[in-house]
């Protein structure tokens, strides 16, 4: 009786709880909100907290992140209010409310410990291709085991639906997690209602039909950016707690029992740590990636994706740069500290001991004792390709402010070197107090490249080498949107490659040995070195699956780009031809940009050749053929880019060298009709086998006689006369179409009707048919 009055009291008190979470709109109220959840938690105990987490939790989340049940036309979010008012206090309140050692987390772990409550986390918040793999049976099955954040979580109801259940902590960072990128995509945020029948304590029914504080709140450019700032302190301290470097060298982060965290083993923080790093690199970096998983794991589970029509061409989630500079940027850090003090080439004897396994595991076999560089390991293909996907698919009408973000995530990731605990110095607010051995944590990395760095070149080479190629095609793209910021991108770029003879050398020598074959004559190094190609060329392979920069505006490369490295390429779509052509269009621009930092601008520009002639081996770039044509017709550089605007335009002067079907779309065609007729133009040429040329197709030449059967017969009456003509104007027509499709193939020609998307000929047509009708309506009947 005793209990039952505890249960109600309770219950009551739970539903009062959330009521007031939910009423909490101003600072005085969150902080009230606050308090009287910690007070409710401190003084009852986990067995009593079951209706809290079933009850009030839900309404927490949802008051937290910002999500409403219908639109406001204030932001009434707590991470909004607390950026909005400026109040420290609050903030520091909000914090210490949601740390890793607050009263609510220890009493979310403690409820897991009992296993009172599980939730079903809503399928249409997943990362995309996850959301994709839901839809298909078949591939649900297999889920747990290709991805391992999955394994034990999803399960099956009466009603046949698939579900992710939960526990309360892992609900929790699911939740986390998925608020960046809720932010990122609130501009094409699409309403989902949840099923009719479904239980409000274990799913939102009713969650955030529009997120009014992601899109309403606009901040100035100058002003600086804090509604984010509650949030990354957040993170890394989630991150320094539960991921942290004593912990990573006492245990393999890929087991056979990799996730299989529950709510009886709290204690085991290794399984904690792997499902935090898995959460957050699912959800930000993989999401909505066409090519999620490695191509030797899709094929010996064989699944095949099929995410490219319904993913392709499309850029990761806006706005996520900053955290995930944050998230990648500890991980390196206390990966390297690992080996702190050790050489840390000796450690790795081949790139193929980052190869994933199963699920992205890596496979005991291959890693043995070496813990150096695992998370690097875990995360390196995702980050590659969240990188790579932004240079290409950054849409030319946005500014380039999420793919500076990006940009400065790539640069942080190739200096490792110069990561140490100082740069998390305004993020910790516990600065110099170690805790769970976070002691080692705080040696700072060395400054400066040295021999010591080799092996994590070695196995981040395509970072150091293709992705600068990428790059400079993206830079090409968007030179004319903000010169200075590319001039500078580019300018930083060279910088870190030529910042030490040995990376050069490094760099130089894996591009020989790539491009040539083994031999006894060859230097030691050279020799050392061949062992780490087949590595690198299959990661070249797995890390670019799918993508081709030929469907992209703005590429500078061959329709085979991503199969071979060409940065030091001699050829028109090596670094070397790219960068010139570079300084001589950004020379152009820069001219017509006169303001106070021009010469800055062009300081900048110069220090771009010098790095040049380091990094290629001539003291002074040479002289492309565009140079003398330029002088002597007299015209200003600027004509030759022109026309200056941010169009799917070919520039004069520049020659695509890609499949001219396939080329971007320019300022006089239809931009969806020219897609559409592409697109039945390959379907025909795939059809009528136009993509190979010289086909060795003699069906035709073969046909010298046919075979009639069933004996000859007199044609008799005008129905057979007319049939046979007709059969023999069908029989003349393949014949035509046959010899003309003979004589494309031969020719190496193709069908392109892209040019019925040209506007001209469309306007033609309108004004045709207009005139046609008008004809009619005004003619006498």
């Known amino acids: 009786m005793l209990s039952h009055t505890y249960a109600t009291d309770s219950q009551t008190k739970s539903a009062e709880l959330a009521a007031t979470i939910a009423a909490a709109t101003s600072p005085a109220q969150i902080a009230d909100a606050c308090a009287a959840v910690e007070s409710f938690l401190a003084k009852r105990t986990p067995e009593q907290n079951k209706f809290f987490f079933t009850t009030a939790f839900p309404t927490l989340i949802c008051k937290l992140f910002g999500f409403e049940d219908a639109p406001s036309s204030k932001p009434n979010g707590w991470t909004e209010i607390i950026a909005n008012c400026g109040d420290s206090e609050l903030n520091s309140k909000v914090f210490n409310f949601l740390s890793p050692n607050s009263v609510l987390i220890s009493s979310i772990f403690a409820a897991d410990r009992l296993s009172q409550v599980k939730y079903v986390f809503p399928t249409e918040r997943l990362p995309e291709w996850m959301r994709f793999m839901f839809r298909n049976e078949r591939e649900v099955s297999v889920l747990s085991e290709l991805c391992p954040l999955f394994r034990g979580r999803v399960s099956s109801n009466a009603g046949c639906l698939n579900e992710v259940r939960l526990n309360v902590f892992e609900y929790y960072m699911f939740w986390f997690a998925y608020y960046p990128v809720c932010k990122g995509n609130s501009e094409s945020f699409e309403t989902v209602k949840a099923p009719s029948g479904e239980s409000k304590r274990f799913r939102f029914e009713n969650w955030a039909y529009s997120i009014p504080v992601f899109s309403q709140v606009k901040r100035g450019g100058g002003e600086p950016k804090s509604e984010c700032s509650l949030y990354v302190k957040l993170l890394y301290a989630y991150l320094r707690e539960y991921v942290t470097v004593g912990e990573l060298s006492s245990y393999q982060p890929y087991r056979s029992s990799l996730l299989h965290y529950s709510g009886g083993c709290d204690d085991l923080s290794g399984d904690k740590a792997e499902f935090v790093v898995y959460t957050l690199m699912h959800f930000w970096l993989v999401d909505n990636d066409f090519s999620p998983l490695p191509v030797n794991v899709c094929k010996s589970f064989g699944v095949n994706f099929s995410f490219r029509s319904v993913l392709g061409e499309t850029p990761p989630t806006a706005g996520l ?141 395509l970072f150091y080498s ?105 050829g028109d779509d090596g670094g070397q031809q790219l960068l010139q052509l570079f300084v001589l269009r950004a020379e152009s621009e820069l001219q017509t940009v006169l303001g106070d930092n021009h010469a800055h601008n062009m300081a900048c520009l110069d220090s771009i050749k010098a790095q040049m002639g380091c990094l290629f081996g001539n003291s002074t770039p040479r002289n492309t053929q565009a140079v003398p044509e330029t002088r002597e017709n007299q015209h200003p550089r600027d004509e030759i880019f022109s026309p200056r605007m941010i169009r799917n335009k070919k520039q004069t002067g520049t020659k695509y060298r890609g499949d001219w079907l396939k080329r971007p779309v320019s300022n006089d065609e239809i931009a969806w009709l020219a897609k559409l007729l592409v697109t039945l133009s390959c379907w025909l040429n795939e059809k009528l086998g136009l993509n190979q040329s010289g086909t060795t197709d003699n069906q035709g030449a073969a046909w010298s006689y046919v075979e009639v059967s069933g004996g000859t017969r007199s044609v008799n009456g005008p129905a057979d006369t007319m049939k046979v003509v007709f059969l023999s104007v069908v029989f003349w027509l393949i014949s035509v179409i046959r010899a003309t499709v003979k004589l494309m193939r031969d020719h190496g020609m193709k069908v392109n009707l892209r040019i019925l998307a040209s506007k001209k000929i469309m306007i033609s047509l309108l004004m045709l048919v207009a005139f046609s009708i008008l004809k009619k309506a005004v003619s006498p009947s």
Not at 348 to 358: D, N, Q, T, V, Y
Not at 490 to 504: A, Q, Y
């Open 466 to 570: 293709s992705l600068v190629m990428h790059f400079l095609g993206f830079a090409h793209k968007f030179l004319h949107t903000d010169t200075e910021a590319i001039v500078q991108m580019v300018s930083k770029v060279l910088s870190i490659l030529t910042s030490s003879r040995e990376l050069i050398n490094l760099i130089k020598n894996v591009d020989t040995v790539f491009h040539s074959k083994p031999s006894g004559s060859s230097k030691p190094m050279h020799n050392n070195l061949y062992r780490f190609v087949p590595s690198i060329r299959e990661q070249l392979q797995d890390w670019e699956d799918g993508l081709c920069e030929n469907d992209a505006d703005g590429s500078f490369l061959h329709e085979n780009w991503n199969k071979d490295l060409q940065l030091f390429s001699d």
């Open 321 to 461: 740069g900053e955290i995930v500079n944050v998230f990648v940027k500890y991980l390196n850090l206390i990966s390297m500290n690992l080996a702190d003090g050790s050489d840390k080439v000796a450690s790795i004897e081949s790139p193929r001991w980052g190869k994933l396994g199963g699920g992205g595991v890596v496979k005991s076999g291959d890693v043995g004792n070496r813990s150096v560089g695992s998370w690097n390991a875990l995360i390196k293909r995702p980050l590659y390709r969240f990188i790579l996907r932004t240079f290409i698919y950054c849409p030319m009408e946005t500014s380039i402010k999420n793919a500076s973000q990006v940009f400065s995530l790539w640069i942080n990731y190739i200096e490792p070197w110069n990561i140490s605990s100082e740069d998390f110095s305004g993020l910790d607010v516990n600065a110099g107090v170690s805790s769970n051995g976070t002691k080692k944590e705080v040696q700072s990395s060395s400054s400066g490249y040295s021999s010591s760095w080799q092996g994590f070149v070695l196995i981040n080479y």
